[in-house]
């Protein structure tokens, strides 16, 4: 089995889910599909394919989903919808939603794991 590094997992399943929560938010809020697509600097097909549930499927705590609902306004261009990502994906890294993924799509991370948040030394 390969092992995920905690990255990958950001990549393959938390971005693309915030991807999906946005696209809700901003089709709920009168956005076109197309300006869905041009603000998240994806696809029409992939919009869709959010919008109908058939991609990025993971699930995030109400807080997070909150969150996103409430970025989803001051996104206007991808300027702004880049700084709201990157502020939601700190959140996400600061209630460790990407830890619990981990340990679900893992199986061999501990639970309670908080390698990725240790203190380390460097090496001199």
Do not use: N, W
């Amino acid at each position: 089995m390969m092992m995920l590094q905690p990255q990958e997992v950001e990549v393959y399943y938390i971005l693309p889910a915030i991807r999906r929560e946005l696209a809700l938010e901003l089709k709920r809020l009168g956005r076109s599909q197309r300006a869905v697509a041009d603000v998240l600097g994806v696809t029409g097909a992939a919009v869709s394919q959010y919008l109908s549930g058939k991609r990025a499927q993971t699930e995030f705590p109400v807080a997070l989903r909150k969150e996103i609902a409430h970025a989803a306004p001051r996104i206007t261009d991808r300027e702004s919808m880049v700084r709201e990502m990157q502020r939601i994906l700190a959140s996400a890294r600061e209630d460790r939603v990407i830890c619990r993924l981990h340990e679900k799509l893992a199986g061999d991370i501990p639970q309670g794991c908080d390698i990725c948040f240790a203190k380390t030394e460097v090496a001199k």
